[in-house]
């Protein structure tokens, strides 16, 4: 199992807010297990800590902004995106201003400190959201699709189209969130020039400049109207007689502001409160966008608490109890288990009912009979004991024998009438026999028992029978 991140040691960096153009001072702190990402807002009387929430957002104006009993937070989504882009699971963001520091445009100043400080693994499992269905989101009037698939880890695909002859279509992917660092961090925000002056005039970009955003030109605009732009912004005048980008601004990429919406969806989808196992296709993406799909997936993610695990019980078993007595050694009553239900090269469930006439029930507890931890932990183990002999080709010459239980918490009492469903995942690949898993026991898919497992095959040495000379 994978476990959370959070950065060895503090940084800081200072600059000023695209939007509201104040100086801003930003340090990033390290935060224990479970902590997620919060921003700390320390000019604020009570320093007011604003989770990283998508249901915390209040405003997608370019750029995300998070609110919490009326102190907000803006354009939170490129340093969440350089956490997140580095599987960092646990920061506080301290603040003593309004807004992130815009630096160049991307995350890569971010990126750069944390490796500056480093990164260290924490103890706790890193708790994923896995995508087993799909789910879709879709904005008529900005034109914006979004899909989430099944895929083993996280994988963004995005399509841009601004009806500018300066762009066209442009796509871009990140296939595992190791090419975060060399293909999307470095890529800067970016707007076109006829956009300045709506912008301008809502109070926005007062803190834009060409030092931290590309300036796209694909309609030159009249001189009087370029000057009025740049009196709004208080900006000196400039001169442009033909499209391109501003100042002859050389791009990363071809394709860099389909790159920095991928960019801005890692960020944005940070706010789900978990790391995500799936495959996330976008169409004309935006913050709203983003942060709509990011509540959808929250809602999911609850509608999968409330639900529970689901095992599908009824599926035809890869053991049955005559195939799991000729590999375990175990008898009644001391065989635990009655069906392996699933199993792969690094994984296996199996479930065990648990019956009123079992004999644990005549002395634990009489009147209220609840199934023994140890019993719980020991069915659990034969399941990996199925697991590790099937790695054999002649099991019934080796026994299972325990070498390590350890993190083992239990959660819900076990009793008859259950059947208690035991799903099993290798930690490391097998060596010497050596087999090392993360076990998780449910009942009516909730968890009941977890635990770490490590437990050793060895072949057994039979003596020969010999012959009694009768006389």
Known sequence: MAKQKTIKDSFTLVGVGLHTGQKVTMTVHPAPENHGFKFKRIDVEGQPIINADADLVVDTSRGTTLEK?????????HVLAALAGLEIDNALIELDGKEIPIMDGSAYPFVKMIQQV??????ADKDYFVITDNLTYEDLERQTEMLAVPQDEFRITVMVDYNSPLLGTQH??????GEFIEEIAKCRTFVFLRELEVLAKNGLIKGGDIDNAIVLVDKVLP???????????????????????????????????????????VGDLALVGKPIKGHILAARPGHKG????????????????????KFDLTKEPVYNINDIEKLLPHRYPFLLVDRITEMDETTIVGYKNI?????????????????????QIEAMAQVGGIFALSTVPDPENYMTYFMKIDGVKFKRKVIPGDTLVFHLELLTPIRRGIIHMQGYGYVDGQLAIEGELMAQIVKEKKEESKEVAVQ
């Open 69 to 77: 009993n009326g102190v907000r937070v803006y354009t939170t989504e």
């Open 118 to 123: 480093g990164i260290v693994e924490q103890e």
């Open 172 to 177: 871009a992917h990140m296939y595992h969130t």
């Open 223 to 265: 001189q009087e109207k370029l000057d009025e732009i740049a009196d709004i912004l208080g900006k000196p005048h400039i001169k442009i007689e033909e499209a391109g980008i501003l100042n002859n601004l050389t791009l990363h990429y071809q394709n860099e502001p389909a790159r920095h919406k991928l960019l801005d969806i």
């Open 290 to 309: 983003n942060v709509d799909f990011a509540k959808i997936i929250k809602q999911e993610i609850k509608k999968q608490q409330k639900q529970g695990k």
């Open 355 to 375: 019956t009123q006439n079992e004999p644990q029930f005549t002395g634990h507890f009489p009147g209220n009979p609840v199934m023994p931890g140890v019993l």
